[in-house]
């Protein structure tokens, strides 16, 4: 499950109010690269939830990756940026789309039902009496 | 070879099947970056952007045209040949060794799982570099085939987890990385509503119906751009009400028809049929939430 994945999520469990974000835990990820598209990023970030990726990172141990704001839109896409080493465009690229998540959990922030990730895949089925 | 339980024969289509195919190899995807790469693919007679080339006058000289007819034909017969090495790849998938008849699980055929997911690349740009997600991923045909197109992010989502284990192996043997979910379409909630394409062949409710419906109307609420599904002929007139009245689209269009060989397990209600005449949609949701 990559933080992309992880930013759309939210549990629908009864009780729940939002149900978002998922708190992550992870025991295991890892990162695969992949090729910058700018333009996705660019259509995709107006869409994501900012706060809720920064915390996925922080939760992954990684307290420097993204800042707490999102930085302007000037800056991310600044001509170039995506060569440039360290770049916003780069973290975010890396954040949303190259980290992997391997095994641990999200848990609903209203709730706390816990829903395992086992091999990558978080298991969102709900029990009968949580519908 | 494994070429899934149906065989899909197209009866009627509107639309461009085929042209302007994509590196479809993974070595070729170490190659030059995408953009560049798909600039030095050569457009096809059909595809989208030959569409504003004005016609060559019809009477040019005879040489010039046989000339033209063999760059013709050597195009398409490259054409084909992609379009094949993606139903190739396809064929190769690993599918439902242990269906769930409940659950309506049966593989789009390589045949007509490369061909919906070329249409939807080649005439509506739908695929590469976009958010695609394919509901009910089963073994993840429509998964990797969108992922073999280039897709930036491919998500699949199942309710069965031996099937999900499945698409993962199906997607790592093809080195491609697909994110998956468990969980039922009809219990999932997304906060944010990035995905672009939805693409999928929900159960045809012949098991439990109107669980087509159920997800088309996720479907619907979760793609920004476009839905792809198949749904039986003989509910045409039902789906179009029902998308367009009811569940957020502004346009339903059927691309083609095909002819769908189910198992036989699904063919309790009537001995004598064979196979059954499904419709390809596209469904266009309203984007302004
Ligand atoms: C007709 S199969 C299609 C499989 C695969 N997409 C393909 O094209 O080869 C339908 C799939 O939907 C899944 N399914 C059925 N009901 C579901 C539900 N309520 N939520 C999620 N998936 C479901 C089944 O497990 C099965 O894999």
Redesign the pocket.
Known sequence: MRLLTHNMLASNVRGATTGYPLKLEASNWCTKEVELNADFIRGLLPKIDWRALVAATRALGLPDLLPDEQPPEEEIFAKGAADVEGSAIRRIHHALLEIHVQQGSLTCPDTNRSFPIDKGIPNMMLHEDEV | MNY?PNVLILVRCRAQLGPALLALNRTALKGPPRRQRRQCLPRLAGSKSSASTPRRPACAPPAARGQRRRRRRRRRAWVDMKLKQLEGLLGGLT??PNP?VE??????GPHI?SRMLYTAENSFDDITGKFVA?????????AVASALLDAEHVLG????PQ?LELAQENAADLELDIDLIW????SLSFKVLPVDTVV?????GTRKRG?DM??LAVALKVASKAVYSLHKTSTREHIKKMALRDHNAISAEVLCELRYDLPRTYKFHNKKEVDIAVDLWRFVPNARR
């Open positions: 899934g599918q439902f769930k659950l309506e699980q049966y593989a789009t799982a394919d509901f009910g991923c089963g073994c993840g045909t429509l989502i199942d309710i069965d099937s969980s039922d379409i009809k999928m062949n929900p159960p045809f669980a159920e997800f």
